[in-house]
């Protein structure tokens, strides 16, 4: 962590976005408070809360530029909740049970500059807390490929899927038996989770769902 981080922390330290109180940036009172995500258009992409609420929208802020890693344990635990009854439904009736998390990664730039990838923090939480032998995280299998403008410059929908086509590549071919797990922070037209789809159908996946935290 940098020294500005650091003092950073000790000026402003941890509170809850919601309700101010010292525990963590988000407290469980505060997110069970957060609405619900509607519903996507693709079946396959699952989302927890409202990214239209404001403590949703900051949380996001602080875990994405400030720092506040310990939000991927507190989103963990609600991914880890939605999933465990589907994902424990999978290994029980699939005959070639492997599940795959993979983190929508970001641009090398941008890791260096942040220092982490706050998906694969998330995928890495909800992955512990499954603890188990069929479920396992692939971070390196995805990769992205160029530097995308930043999804919130580019308007409209189409425009946001033109933005990031072409900008992933696998490292190696997927497992046509194995179920590939999506997991991102926010996700708002898609477009990023469609488009890391394709790709990894094209590379011999044929089952691929996605969980973000918001929406
Ligand atoms: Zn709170």
Partial sequence: MSFI????????????????CRETSLCD???????????????WIHSLFSYKDSRMKKAMWLIKY????????????????????????????????TV???????SRKRLQKRGYNQAELIASSV?????????????NLLKKTNETKRQSHSKSRRERLKNIIGSF??????????IYILIDDVTTTGATLIEA??????????????YTVAH
């Fill in 5 to 20: 981080q650091s003092l950073f922390d000790l000026i402003f330290p941890e509170r809850c976005v919601g309700c101010g």
């Fill in 29 to 43: 009172v505060c997110l069970q408070k957060i609405p619900k995500a509607r519903k996507h258009d693709a079946s």
């Fill in 66 to 97: 400030k720092n506040r890693k310990r939000l991927a344990k507190t989103f963990g635990q609600a991914l880890h909740d939605l999933m465990l009854e589907e994902l424990s439904e999978y290994i029980q009736f699939e005959r070639a049970p």
């Fill in 127 to 139: 992955c512990t807390l499954l603890n188990n032998p069929h479920i396992t995280i692939e971070n």
């Fill in 197 to 210: 789809r394709k790709i990894l159908k094209e590379n011999g996946a044929r089952k691929v769902k996605a």
């Fill in 169 to 178: 590549a696998v490292t190696e071919r997927c497992d046509p038996r194995s």
């Fill in 100 to 106: 795959v998390f993979i983190p929508i990664p970001i």
